[in-house]
């Protein structure tokens, strides 16, 4: 149905969002307003939930025109200007991707988005317009490019946060090709805006971090899909941070206090051990490649994977309750076979107490080399 109003929303709807109820409503009701069949009609209730969100992306996607849809309609955005807008409603008909218009006075070819913008500065807009032909430049690179003019029309200080970065003319086009990499695996735009804005770690230490994801396959492939692992983008930010302060003990030569950090991090962290170890290990490896062909942080990480707080516990009472349970037979006279021993170390052997199990083992081998002839030859004899 034609529209003959404005909505206005007070945070933002969709993926991540505020999602008010009254702003939900209000886009929902919106959405209805403009779509036709086959689409079906969304519930107005307040909820934003997957059919809001995948509603949202489909209109981002065929009306807005976006490559790379965020699921999330902002104050002030591209989606909510479009969404007030009723040629809105001739462009969704048929869920067709409208053509792309080129503004007057631009070369055919050129990204329509590819203006100015309001809020820059002159040498500001003159790195943006390096940024965007240096990334249109690159193979592949259209959601990074999506994102650059998501954030170009949606987050103007974090535009002008990249673009001023310490470094940032040196290595801007290889960290947004790092964004690229983590887009292509599910990443949100609005999910690298929050690894952007976040006070837990500096901005040119998470740019300078981001490079290390454009690595070609499989080592970028890796880090990103260990970072998505992770389930959140509050975890990813945390492990960033904490990454960001373990590089800077690394390099200082504190290897002590950085895998601290990792510990610490790790046991306030409602993730899998493992996945978390994974992460920070692939970006760390990334980030000093010659630190995964050193033998100290190989182990370091095997130390770290064998105390796991709960795979290593549970491991422990394992072991306690066989090791009290052998006693009482030794002390009352029963019968303790050979096998009930080597089972308890098989299962030590695979599980994350696997690394004490292989230093016990190597160091009774040293001794044995070593003492072994004297305590025949002295005791046993």
């Given at each position: ?8 929303i ?9 999602n008010?109820?009254a ?7 919106r ?16 909820l ?17 025109g ?18 007030n ?39 500001e807009?003159?790195?943006l ?21 998501y ?6 200080q ?5 673009l001023?970065a ?10 947004m ?22 006070r837990?770690?500096?901005l040119d ?19 990103v ?17 904490t ?32 996945g978390?170890?994974n992460?920070i ?13 050193d ?9 770290l994977l064998?105390?796991?707080p ?5 491991t ?42 292989e ?23």
């Amino acid at each position: 149905m034609p529209i003959t109003s404005t909505i206005r929303i007070t945070g933002s709807v969709g993926a991540n969002g505020r999602n008010n109820p009254a702003d939900v409503k209000a886009v929902q009701q919106r959405l209805n307003d403009l779509s036709r069949p086959p689409l079906a009609k969304l519930v107005v209730d307040g909820l934003a939930g997957p059919k809001t969100n995948g509603m949202i992306a489909d209109f981002q996607k065929k009306v807005v025109g976006l490559r790379a849809p965020d699921s999330r309609v902002d104050p002030n955005g591209r989606t909510l200007a479009a969404l007030n807008t009723a040629a809105s409603e001739n462009l969704w008909i048929g869920g067709a991707t409208p053509p792309a218009v080129t503004p007057p006075g631009v070369p055919p070819g050129t990204n329509p988005g590819a203006g100015p913008v309001r809020g820059l500065s002159s040498i500001e807009q003159g790195r943006l317009d390096t940024l965007r032909a240096q990334l249109k430049a690159q193979p592949d690179s259209g959601p990074a490019r999506d994102f650059l003019e998501y954030v170009a029309n949606n987050e103007v200080q974090t535009l002008k946060m990249i673009l001023n970065a310490q470094g940032a003319a040196q290595y801007a086009v290889e960290a947004m090709m790092g964004i690229n990499a983590a887009l292509k695996v599910g990443f949100s735009a609005r999910d690298i805006v929050t690894i952007l804005t976040s006070r837990a770690i500096r901005l040119d230490a998470a740019l300078d971090m981001m490079r290390s994801w454009r690595a070609v396959a499989p080592a970028g492939t890796r880090i990103v899909n260990a970072l998505k692992s992770l389930g959140n983008i509050a975890l990813v930010v945390q492990v960033l941070a904490t990454l960001a302060v373990v590089i800077d003990h690394f390099r200082a030569g504190r290897f002590g206090p950085g895998f601290a950090e990792i510990y610490a991090t790790g046991m306030g962290a409602a993730v899998p051990w493992g996945g978390f170890l994974n992460a920070i290990q692939e970006m760390l490896y990334a980030a000093n490649p010659a630190a995964a062909s050193d033998p100290r942080f190989g182990t370091a990480f095997r130390y770290l994977l064998a105390i796991d707080p709960i795979g290593a516990g549970k491991t422990a009472i394992d072991t306690g309750v066989t090791f009290t349970e052998l006693l009482a037979k030794y002390i009352f006279g029963g019968q303790i076979k050979g096998n009930e021993v080597n089972d308890l170390i098989d299962r030590m052997r695979n599980s994350p107490m696997k690394f004490w199990v292989e230093i016990g083992e190597s160091s009774g081998e040293w001794m044995g080399s070593k003492f072994g002839d004297w305590w025949y030859r002295n005791v046993l004899s």
